[in-house]
Each structure stands twice: as structure tokens, then as C-alpha cells.
């Protein structure tokens, strides 16, 4: 059975200077890459049969197979393990013909259609991309971002063809790559395709093994890649005892929560902040943004107020807080208005993970495709989803996170389980800034969701069992201090709501949250 998981693609153009190919390759193996194919674009036939012979004969040395990129003769000729074809080349039904029983073929897609042809042609395996940006290839197809290629991974289904991703990968974002590169049914990658990451380095040995710990990590339910491990069984009555906990951690532990949030909402969101318990910064100048995740507890990114500067900062931030392990609740108001907004919102998408994504119906229908409910600048319009079960389930399947839709009635799942929320209060709508105050509110949740009781960090597992808890956590803060906020008698309409607001969730109780939460788990 070949192992996919680091798939080296050569380029010795790209080797740094003084640099020896197969000295280079040698050590690339001795770090744990575990599949080579060799790709020569620029070289006649005869170097690249001697390229060949010897890079084979050091893949043998370690156990690892050798697939030539297009050329069937030379891999004829040099008994390679396999050969890769890509759109253009020799179709895979003539190869097989051409090639001994038992070698591998591999095919390089970039859309469904691609990808359904060669489930057809029974190739043994796909290289999906270009999932990031790449200097190394001119790219004629358009980049499919990572959470593209999750939603291609689905038409393998059923069939033993593997997957492997390539396109700009390397270590800063192969995390990313393979947590978000999961399809709706969890059909994940069996590997990932590096090429400048190993090539362009004098240090190949030590870059593979970075990488090999890495996957490693991500397959062993380290970091990140952990997500999607949640508790079998919630009850209305656990998630409301892990509420509570994690309530009372917050004012114990004080976390910094860092907020590049929507400029109309800044003061707001700082406030309710500190009124939980938690300790804001607003920054978005992105030279900050390195040293910041090495303080905050969890990151939230609120595209509100899209400026140049900002985005920069977003892009950054994200990032810096997924190395980090770092929680990342995002907000991407109003993405249905502009085309701007939607580009950027997927940009961010596929360049870090968010850890929980909340929105309105609106919103969140925008960011699914859906033409079930439309919004109106930041807000949603019409009588809302049909099944918002089904919807707010599967847009957390779809983006491997937490996803809160909020409304009259809040909606939160981790994919599997939805809570359904009840609480609230018509006043929240009628000041500005109630949807931004959520996300601060999830937030400070979150931070100290992921903290074992021993008080260590988990180092990031970000179980979505963690986040799930800690978006309810947050949303029900809000919503039972607005209704505790509502009933008193110096709150005469929105003026007077929100100072008051911001005393009922500094003063909130483990008995308000018992008795006045309305939840239910379905």
C-alpha cells in the first residue's frame, strides 16, 4: 500500500546555489518524504533518463517509490513505481496499456468534472490544485483554496482512489491545508504534494522531518486537526454545567481577547468584554499581530469596517493565531452585500480556520450560496430557513468549525449536535453593534474553553466539543443578561438598555444561567 502522506515533486531548478540534486534528494528521504516524483519540464530526453536512473536508485535505497511526471517512456525505461499525467497528457487509458500490471497512475484535476473523469478511468490516485498560489508552476486553472478542495474530495466517495493536494503547500499552511481539505461526508486527504518547500532549502533533511511531524500531529489528534472530535451525547443539562464553567473561568483567569472588529462597534465590544471578565485589545496594524498571538487568549475578526490596513491585519492575525492554537471567532458581517466582501471573506477562509464563524441568516445564507434568505446591507431579510437545523448542520460540516447563526432564535452546532436558544430580548436589535458584542461575548468564551482543568493549555486541540460549549456560552451570556437588563426600571429603551446591559453582565450569575437559560439539543 503506498503512503501519500509527504509527496516530494521535484524541480532542480529551484535547488539553492551550490546546491546538489541528489545529495538533496537523499536527504529529503532521510526525513521522511515517502513518495518522489520527478518532474523535468525543461530537459531533453537523454538527461532525463540518467535524472531518472540515479534519483530511482536512491528511492530504492530508502523503500520509496519513484513516479515520473508525463513521460511513460521514461518511466518504461527507468521501472519507475508509477507515472503522473496531467489533463493534457497520454490518456490513462492508453498508460495502463502501455505500462506493467500493478504501476501506479496518477492524475492531476482541478474541477469535479476532471475529478469525476478520473474515478471513470479508475486512476490510483489524484494530485488536487492548485490549492494555494504558486511560483513554482504557471498556473493556466484557477486556485481552488483549500476549502475547494474539500468540497472535490466528495466525488471520490466509495472508490479506492487516493487524493493528494498540491499547489504552494508548505509547512506555515500545510495545518491549514489538511484540516480544511475535509469534504461534508469527512473524506480527507491521503496526502499532500511539496515542491519549493524541500527543493529551495539547504536544509532538506530537517524541512521533511518538520513536515512528517506535522502531519503526524494533525493524524494523531494534535493541534488543529482535532477538531471535528466532539462528545458523543450533549443534554441540555451537561452543556448548561459547562456554560457555568466556563463562565466562572473567565473572571478566574481574566483572558486577553484580541478584536479587529467593526470601527461603529469598537467601545461597545471592549466593554462587554471587560464586563465578563476577559481583558480586550482593538489592534490591526499587522506588524503587531506576530507578537500578539503569543499573548491572547483567542483572536476575533470581524469584518465590519473593511479597510486595506485592516484586512491585512485579518489575513495576518488568522494566521499567526492558527500556529499559535489560538481560537479564531469570526464574523463576516454583511459578506452578501459586495462581491468585495465576499472575495475577502473567502480569502480569509482559506487562508486560516476559524475555530467558530457567527452570523445572521443573511449572512450566513451568503456565505453557503443559499438564496433562501437574503440580507440587506448587515441585516437578513424574510421569514428565515425552513429547516435552519439542517442549514446551521451543515454549514459546520462544510467549514470544519462552529457556526452560530443568531436571530430571534439562536442556532449552534459543531456539525453534529445544534443547540437551539431561546433567550434574548427586542431590545438587543434596536442598539448598534448587538451582532459585534455577540462575537465579543463568544469570544471570551472560547478563550478559556480549550483550558483543561488542570489549568494547562490543550495546546490548541480546539476540539469543537470545547468551542461548541464556549459560542453557547457567550450567546447566552448576551442573551439572559439582556433579558435580566430589560425588566429593570431604569431602562426606559435603547438609550438606557445598553449601560444597563453591561451591569447585568458584569454582575451575571451561575443561578441566572440555571434558571433562565432555554436550550434544547438536537
Given at each position: 500500500m503506498t503512503d501519500y502522506s509527504l509527496y516530494l515533486v521535484t524541480g532542480r531548478e529551484l535547488l539553492p546555489h551550490g546546491q546538489d540534486y541528489f545529495n538533496s534528494l537523499e536527504q529529503a528521504l532521510q526525513g521522511g518524504v515517502t513518495v518522489v516524483q520527478i518532474r523535468e519540464k525543461n530537459t531533453d530526453t537523454?538527461?532525463?533518463?540518467?535524472?531518472?536512473?540515479?534519483?530511482?536508485?536512491?528511492?530504492?535505497?530508502?523503500?520509496?517509490?519513484?513516479?515520473?511526471?508525463?513521460?511513460?517512456?521514461?518511466?518504461?525505461?527507468?521501472?519507475?513505481?508509477?507515472?503522473?499525467?496531467?489533463?493534457?497528457d497520454m490518456p490513462v487509458s492508453i498508460a495502463r496499456k502501455l505500462l506493467p500490471q500493478g504501476t501506479i497512475i496518477g492524475v492531476s484535476c482541478n474541477s469535479l468534472q476532471e475529478l469525476e473523469q478520473a474515478v471513470i478511468d479508475n486512476a490510483d490516485y489524484v494530485g488536487i490544485g492548485s490549492v494555494w498560489s504558486t511560483t513554482t508552476k504557471n498556473l493556466t486553472k484557477p486556485v481552488i483554496g483549500v476549502r475547494g478542495v474539500g468540497e472535490l474530495l466528495q466525488s471520490l466517495d466509495g472508490t479506492s482512489i487516493k487524493a493528494v493536494a498540491i499547489g504552494g503547500?508548505?509547512?506555515?499552511?500545510?495545518?491549514?491545508?489538511?484540516?480544511?481539505?475535509?469534504?461534508?461526508?469527512?473524506?480527507?486527504?491521503?496526502?499532500?504534494?511539496?515542491?519549493?518547500?524541500?527543493?529551495?532549502?539547504?536544509?532538506?533533511?530537517?524541512?521533511?522531518?518538520?513536515?512528517?511531524?506535522?502531519?503526524?500531529?494533525?493524524?494523531?489528534?494534535?493541534?488543529?486537526?482535532?477538531?471535528?472530535?466532539?462528545?458523543?451525547?450533549?443534554?441540555?443539562?451537561?452543556?448548561?454545567?459547562?456554560?457555568?464553567?466556563?463562565?466562572?473561568?473567565?473572571?478566574?483567569?481574566?483572558?486577553?481577547?484580541?478584536?479587529?472588529?467593526?470601527?461603529?462597534?469598537?467601545?461597545?465590544?471592549?466593554?462587554?468584554?471587560?464586563?465578563?471578565?476577559?481583558?480586550?485589545?482593538?489592534a490591526t496594524t499587522a506588524q503587531e499581530m506576530e507578537d500578539l498571538s503569543r499573548i491572547n487568549g483567542a483572536l476575533l475578526v470581524n469584518i465590519g469596517t473593511l479597510v486595506s490596513t485592516a484586512y491585512e491585519g485579518m489575513v495576518l492575525a488568522?494566521?499567526?493565531?492558527?500556529?499559535?492554537?489560538?481560537?479564531?471567532?469570526?464574523?463576516?458581517?454583511?459578506?452578501?452585500?459586495?462581491?468585495?466582501?465576499?472575495?475577502?471573506?473567502?480569502?480569509l477562509l482559506n487562508t486560516w480556520q476559524a475555530g467558530v464563524i457567527k452570523g445572521n441568516a443573511g449572512e450566513l445564507a451568503a456565505l453557503a450560496g443559499s438564496n433562501e434568505v437574503r440580507s440587506k446591507g448587515v441585516d437578513s431579510v424574510g421569514s428565515g430557513f425552513k429547516d435552519p437545523v439542517s442549514f446551521v448542520r451543515n454549514v459546520a460540516r462544510r467549514e470544519r468549525c462552529v457556526v452560530v447563526m443568531t436571530g430571534k432564535t439562536d442556532y449552534i452546532s459543531d456539525g453534529h449536535h445544534v443547540a437551539v436558544l431561546s433567550n434574548g430580548h427586542e431590545l438587543l436589535g434596536q442598539i448598534t453593534g448587538s451582532g459585534c458584542i455577540a462575537g465579543s461575548c463568544?469570544?471570551?468564551?472560547?478563550?478559556?474553553?480549550?483550558?483543561?482543568?488542570?489549568?494547562?493549555?490543550?495546546?490548541?486541540?480546539?476540539?469543537?466539543?470545547?468551542?461548541?460549549?464556549?459560542?453557547?456560552?457567550?450567546?447566552?451570556?448576551?442573551?439572559?443578561?439582556?433579558?435580566l437588563a430589560s425588566m429593570r426600571e431604569d431602562v426606559k429603551g435603547p438609550g438606557t438598555f445598553f449601560p444597563a446591559l453591561i451591569d447585568e453582565l458584569s454582575t451575571l450569575s451561575t443561578r441566572n444561567i440555571r434558571e433562565r437559560a432555554q436550550i434544547q439539543i438536537v
Open positions: 537523454g538527461e532525463f533518463l540518467d535524472v531518472a536512473l540515479r534519483s530511482k536508485a536512491i528511492c530504492d535505497r530508502y523503500h520509496v517509490p519513484l513516479i515520473v511526471n508525463d513521460r511513460v517512456d521514461i518511466a518504461l525505461a527507468v521501472q519507475a513505481a508509477g507515472v503522473h499525467l496531467g489533463q493534457t503547500i508548505k509547512s506555515s499552511n500545510l495545518l491549514r491545508t489538511l484540516h480544511g481539505s475535509v469534504s461534508k461526508t469527512n473524506h480527507a486527504l491521503d496526502g499532500v504534494a511539496v515542491v519549493s518547500e524541500l527543493m529551495a532549502t539547504t536544509r532538506p533533511r530537517e524541512v521533511a522531518s518538520h513536515l512528517r511531524d506535522i502531519l503526524s500531529a494533525f493524524r494523531s489528534s494534535g493541534s488543529i486537526s482535532n477538531a471535528m472530535s466532539v462528545r458523543s451525547e450533549y443534554s441540555a443539562e451537561s452543556v448548561i454545567d459547562g456554560v457555568v464553567q466556563i463562565g466562572s473561568c473567565v473572571k478566574e483567569r481574566n483572558p486577553l481577547i484580541h478584536q479587529i472588529t467593526n470601527n461603529v462597534s469598537i467601545a461597545q465590544s471592549a466593554n462587554v468584554t471587560i464586563a465578563l471578565g476577559a481583558s480586550p485589545i482593538m488568522g494566521t499567526c493565531a492558527n500556529a499559535r492554537q489560538r481560537p479564531v471567532v469570526f464574523d463576516p458581517v454583511g459578506v452578501g452585500a459586495s462581491r468585495f466582501r465576499q472575495n475577502a471573506v473567502n480569502n463568544i469570544a471570551s468564551y472560547c478563550a478559556v474553553a480549550t483550558i483543561s482543568e488542570q489549568g494547562e493549555d490543550t495546546k490548541g486541540k480546539l476540539a469543537l466539543g470545547d468551542l461548541f460549549l464556549g459560542a453557547i456560552g457567550g450567546i447566552l451570556a448576551l442573551t439572559i443578561s439582556a433579558e
